[in-house]
């Protein structure tokens, strides 16, 4: 890369206040910060998730991954929650983080999700959710049926239309957004982002100096406010040295089956999977 990035990275992780087991599992380590949220009930949701962060663990410590790498690993990591032999239903996880790339000489982060956990990046004091959920409240709103506070007590709020597993066979959004100076991403499950509102995890992120701090606040907002899921927040800041002035340039979508959006959009046919802790 013809500049370096500097980061600062920290994670928190907790079964929440009414759930016997964690079924959260991560990686945080350059150049690969992932959370991936299972499903199935108790162990076949926490092997899936186990699973899937596993698959990319050939990842970790290189400089930077392409997109071929980062597919690979996909593929790799759904063999394996495919294998996971359950009692009830099929075990499965969502799966959302960002990864160092370059493209001809150019820092980057490679996006990639699926399901329902988010990816949040602050720059300066304005916070966006980069990824768009893949949930059958999301489709609603995109039908303009619901509003987003709708969604947070619909009866369908927890019903995911992409997962890895759970008889899903859907693909990842997966798509580029260059590297800037001075941004903060969050990656978490929906256990955070179902306690805290948009403005709250905002306030966290611009209001807490260290990456450390920030999650560990984050975390203890959201066992404040309830704690109704496991929740998982991996906060990381990021520095660019020696080339700052890399061009802000539009997002790159990078999935073959998606629109021409700048933003991942949710799918218009896909079957509903709960992810009530089933």
Known sequence: MTSTIQLDWAAESDRGRRRAVNEDSF???PPLFLVADGMGGHDAGAQASQAAVEGFRSLVGRASVSVDDVQEAFA??????GEIETVRSAAGTTLAGIALSEQGDVAYWLVLNIGDSRIY???GDVLEQVSVDHSAVQVLIDR?????ADAETHAQ???VTRAVGAGSIAAPDYWLLPARSA???LVC???LSKELSFTAIRDVLVGEESPQAAATRLLYEALRNGGRDNITVVVVDARLVGDDDTPT???AIISDDVDEDTVPRAPRREEGIDHADV
Request: no cysteine.
């Open 249 to 251: 340039l539009p997002s």
């Open 121 to 123: 990046r602050l720059f």
């Open 76 to 81: 790799m990591a759904a063999r394996a929650v």
């Open 157 to 159: 709020r927890n019903v």
């Open 183 to 185: 941004e903060r991403f």
């Open 189 to 191: 499950s929906d256990g």
């Open 144 to 148: 303009g049926e619901i509003t987003a």
């Open 27 to 29: 990686v945080a380590a």
